[in-house]
């Protein structure tokens, strides 16, 4: 069976990756340098979960191209500028073209930095998050094999939402424990599987 039957697409390279990569050199460059790479900061992680609640409904190539607008609106994620945005600062970002002017999922941003904040009283958000991390991770060939949510994607979407965080469904969460390496959902055929150090892989 070859890679591309399995699922990958070889790239001019001679690289293997999954097919959305191939769309976009963008999102070729975000698979191979970031995607699935273990975030273990708080401002890091802050701005992973803001950018996947802005990316709800829309695709990932769109945030990925906003995200220098974004980060400059939001002050590179730091929570606590973020936290400490007005209504005038919901205006603002209201004007700017740059980014997902979306009003709910700015007061989400704002909400989920005072969150993060109330968060360092017991360990932070880091270790918050990253308690949920599961025993096995996913071993996929294709696209198709590849979950949308997992048992703690959505206990972390319920925990989360008793915290006060807000556009954190089970669904973005599972995509955002993809993201930052808490699950290895890179098909096992993949140059980047087992990349992140977190899972070894498999094949």
């Known amino acids: 069976m070859t890679p591309e039957e399995r699922g ?95 009003r709910l999922k700015i007061r989400a941003a704002i909400s989920n930095a005072q969150a993060t904040i109330a968060l360092r009283s017991e360990g932070g958000l880091v270790d918050f998050v990253w308690s949920f991390q599961p025993a096995v991770t996913p071993n ?15 206990a972390l979407s319920k925990a989360l939402r008793s915290k006060g965080f807000a556009f954190v469904g089970p669904t973005t969460m599972y995509a955002l424990m993809e993201a930052i390496g808490m699950i290895d959902t890179h098909l096992v055929d993949s140059h980047r599987r087992g990349s992140s150090g977190v899972w070894t892989d498999p094949a």
């Open 140 to 154: 996929p060939l294709t696209h198709g094999e590849i979950p949308t949510t997992s048992p703690e994607s959505v």
């Open 8 to 102: 990958t697409i070889v790239g001019s390279d001679g690289l293997a990756r999954p097919p959305w990569t191939a769309t976009d050199a963008l999102l070729q460059q975000y698979y191979d340098t970031e995607w699935g790479m273990p975030v273990r900061d708080e401002q890091g992680l802050f701005e992973r979960i803001s950018l996947e609640a802005f990316q709800a409904g829309l695709s990932w190539a769109t945030i990925l191209r906003k995200r220098p607008a974004f980060r400059l609106a939001f002050h590179n994620f730091q929570p606590d500028a973020v936290a400490a945005f007005t209504e005038e600062d919901i205006e603002r970002l209201m004007l700017d073209a740059g980014i997902v002017r979306n």
